[in-house]
């Protein structure tokens, strides 16, 4: 079955960086479009960055552009999550998904367990 099984996540003062890892299996990781989703406290989830199987396009969530960036190895059937410059609002659990993408957009299909990101002031 899939599973999608996200590290590197912890504390880090405002304006440090963190890389998280999902380490993916269960399915032709090369064919699928990924992603990084995250959700705080009393807030929905929302997106974070998604890269497509081939790992040419990418798209980011207006909040995190120019801060994070999504990478993937096919190889390894691994994702990435690099984030710089991080801000106490990025505190969130941070959720892996295998997706859809279309032309419109991009769709989660399965959720990994989720790794906690706490960014101190």
């Known amino acids: 079955q899939v599973q999608l099984v996200e590290s590197g996540g912890g504390l880090v003062q405002a304006g440090g960086s963190l890389r998280l890892s999902c380490a993916a299996s269960g399915f032709i990781f090369s064919n699928n479009a990924m992603g990084w989703y995250r959700q705080a406290p009393g807030k929905q989830r929302e997106l974070v960055a998604v890269i497509r199987s081939g790992g040419d396009i990418t798209k980011y969530g207006d909040s995190v552009k120019g801060r994070f960036t999504i990478s993937r190895d096919n190889a390894k059937s691994t994702v990435y999550l690099q984030m710089y410059g991080l801000k106490p609002e990025d505190t969130a659990v941070y959720y892996c998904?295998?997706?859809?993408?279309?032309?419109?957009?991009?769709?989660?299909?399965?959720w990994g367990q989720g790794t906690q990101v706490n960014v101190s002031s």
């Open positions: 998904n295998r997706g859809t993408w279309y032309w419109s957009g991009y769709a989660p299909i399965d």
